[in-house]
């Protein structure tokens, strides 16, 4: 058992009755918390889980691309020391190869989504291709969780109709990202941490890759940052909750910004 594994979502479950109690908003409620995490649904008595409302919390989504890999784990631990979601889109052969971190991040209530079977540029292949990459990667993912995933993001963030389409059709929502500090070509952590806080904005989606050995470094600062600015991270769903949540086939860039006070 890892030492953050179950409190994870109850801290975010009290850091949203505070922000509740302070703003005068209170917690939402919603039945559908499993779904939408992957994750624990309750916390306490039997009570739904509190969900973060986005329009008015000051919201971000890390998100981290192309595992598992030998560095899950440290993003992991990570996650579970700052008692923090995230969420990864794995890739499936991946997926079959790391179960354990799979399962980990479930069980941590961290969202899980597609990003394909070998990582190719989608936009440049028949429809048949495209759909052969997401539903397989799909169906190995769910042959680990036991839920086909309801997020995919494309690789490279390239996309046109005929993913759109794909993915539509497979129960998918396609999430992009508006913030990238291009981790795959800076491999230096300070310099990683750097170029994700100049850029973040509440409602931000941050695109991490859990591939390279310079990323899970600058992860621990990355958090203690933002939630130093009074950020709240969230996962793509709980971004979306409070605002009809996620639609199969619909792309997602960045998450609701508060309404003003």
Same mark, same amino acid.
């Given at each position: 058992?890892?030492?953050?594994?179950?409190?994870?979502?109850?801290?975010?479950?009290?850091?949203?009755?505070?922000?509740?109690?302070?703003?005068?908003?209170?917690?939402?409620?919603?039945?559908?918390?499993?779904?939408?995490?992957?994750?624990?649904?309750?916390?306490?008595?039997?009570?739904?889980?509190?969900?973060?409302?986005?329009?008015?919390?000051?919201?971000?989504?890390?998100?981290?691309?192309?595992?598992?890999?030998?560095?899950?784990?440290?993003?992991?631990?990570?996650?579970?020391?700052?008692?923090?979601?995230?969420?990864?889109?794995?890739?499936?052969?991946?997926?079959?190869?790391?179960?354990?971190?799979?399962?980990?991040?479930?069980?941590?209530?961290?969202?899980?989504?597609?990003?394909?079977?070998?990582?190719?540029?989608?936009?440049?292949?028949?429809?048949?291709?495209?759909? #052969?990459? +997401?539903? !397989?990667?799909? $169906?190995?993912? =769910?042959?680990?969780? &036991?839920?086909? %995933?309801?997020?995919?993001?494309?690789?490279?963030?390239?996309?046109?109709?005929?993913?759109?389409?794909?993915?539509?059709?497979?129960?998918?929502?396609?999430?992009?990202?508006?913030?990238?500090?291009?981790?795959?070509?800076?491999?230096?952590?300070?310099?990683?941490?750097?170029?994700v806080l100049a850029r973040v904005r509440p409602g931000a989606i941050v695109v991490l890759h859990d591939r390279y050995a310079t990323?899970?470094?600058?992860?621990?600062?990355?958090?203690?940052?933002?939630?130093?600015?009074? #950020?709240? +991270?969230? !996962?793509?769903? $709980?971004?979306? =909750?409070?605002?009809? &949540?996620?639609? %199969?086939?619909?792309?997602?860039?960045?998450?609701?910004?508060?309404?003003?006070?």
């Open positions: 058992m890892h030492s953050g594994t179950g409190w994870r979502r109850a801290t975010v479950v009290a850091a949203v009755a505070t922000l509740g109690a302070c703003t005068g908003v209170p917690g939402l409620t919603s039945p559908n918390a499993a779904a939408l995490s992957h994750g624990p649904a309750r916390s306490g008595a039997g009570a739904p889980a509190p969900v973060v409302d986005c329009q008015v919390s000051r919201c971000v989504a890390l998100t981290f691309d192309d595992g598992p890999t030998q560095y899950t784990a440290a993003v992991l631990d990570t996650l579970e020391r700052q008692h923090t979601v995230a969420t990864f889109f794995l890739i499936g052969p991946h997926a079959l190869q790391y179960r354990k971190d799979v399962l980990r991040q479930q069980r941590d209530g961290d969202a899980i989504g597609d990003h394909t079977v070998t990582h190719p540029h989608l936009t440049r292949f028949t429809p048949a291709r495209i759909d #052969y990459e +997401l539903k !397989t990667a799909a $169906e190995q993912i =769910a042959s680990v969780t &036991g839920h086909r %995933p309801t997020l995919f993001r494309p690789p490279f963030g390239a996309w046109n109709a005929k993913v759109r389409a794909a993915a539509g059709a497979e129960g998918l929502s396609v999430v992009t990202w508006n913030v990238s500090p291009q981790d795959w070509k800076y491999h230096n952590p300070a310099l990683i941490e750097q170029r990323t899970p470094p600058a992860v621990p600062h990355i958090i203690h940052a933002l939630k130093a600015r009074g #950020y709240v +991270l969230v !996962t793509v769903p $709980e971004m979306f =909750a409070t605002t009809g &949540g996620l639609q %199969p086939g619909m792309v997602y860039h960045h998450g609701p910004w508060p309404r003003p006070r």
